[in-house]
Antibody, heavy 123, light 107 residues
Framework: EVQLVESGGGLVQPGGSLRLSCAASGFTFSSYAMSWVRQAPGKGLEWVSAISGSGGSTYYADSVKGRFTISRDNSKNTLYLQMNSLRAEDTAVYYC????????????????WGQGTLVTVSS | AIRMTQSPSSFSASTGDRVTITCRASQGISSYLAWYQQKPGKAPKLLIYAASTLQSGVPSRFSGSGSGTDFTLTISCLQSEDFATYYCQQYYSYPGTFGQGTKVEIK
């Protein structure tokens, strides 16, 4: 059974940093691209970042480019999102999501999602 | 970025109804479209990809159609568990944008 479990969310002040983790199980982690998708309270879904199965290719939404860094440790079956210079508008539930392919040439769709972790940016 | 526009934004329906949700892309996306269902407090669930391919395990009352710029999600016979918010997503080009969502409520 595919499982994705996010952690690392919490309350952080504007300008602060946070690192999210997503522990994966039930599939060959390194064979699939992964993404982060967020959802602000009461709002719709926003794609944030994607990484290829090997970790060699990454993509970012313009809204987070230069502030967020996606990475993965295939030996630990874990996906990360390092978030720096956080702003109030980054407040959201952050989901990790699995793509059915290894490459990120296209954004891809998401066949499995974690339960999400809430990030609140506020003073 | 490609803009995805869903209609309607919300509507009320009854169990047993046939319902259709529309998604329009601001430019052609071939068949690179997925549909998701989300219930309150839960993660989205993939229903359809490649515009019309049903994800494994999804009931056959769900179907998708369209290509280019205009797409539809149809639920042939609405069940109680189908009351939720539905999102379309294009994956033709970065960023992979979502529609604003369509909330299906109980009449």
């Amino acid at each position: 059974e595919v499982q994705l479990v996010e952690s690392g969310g919490g309350l952080v002040q504007p300008g602060g940093s946070l690192r999210l983790s997503c522990a994966a199980s039930g599939f060959t982690f390194s064979s699939y691209a992964m993404s982060w998708v967020r959802q602000a309270p009461g709002k719709g879904l926003e794609w944030v970042s994607a990484i290829s199965g090997s970790g060699g290719s990454t993509y970012y939404a313009d809204s987070v480019k230069g502030r967020f860094t996606i990475s993965r440790d295939n030996s630990k079956n874990t996906l990360y999102l390092q978030m720096n210079s956080l702003r109030a508008e980054d407040t959201a539930v952050y989901y990790c999501a699995k793509s059915p392919e290894a490459m990120v040439t296209l954004p891809g769709f998401f066949d499995y999602w974690g339960q999400g972790t809430l990030v609140t940016v506020s003073s | 970025a490609i803009r995805m526009t869903q209609s309607p934004s919300s509507f009320s329906a009854s169990t047993g109804d046939r319902v259709t949700i529309t998604c329009r892309a601001s430019q052609g996306i071939s068949s690179y479209l997925a549909w998701y269902q989300q219930k309150p407090g839960k993660a989205p669930k993939l229903l359809i990809y490649a515009a019309s391919t049903l994800q494994s395990g999804v009931p056959s009352r769900f179907s998708g159609s369209g290509s280019g710029t205009d797409f539809t999600l149809t639920i042939s016979c609405l069940q109680s568990e189908d009351f939720a918010t539905y999102y379309c997503q294009q994956y033709y080009s970065y960023p992979g944008t979502f529609g604003q969502g369509t909330k299906v409520e109980i009449k």
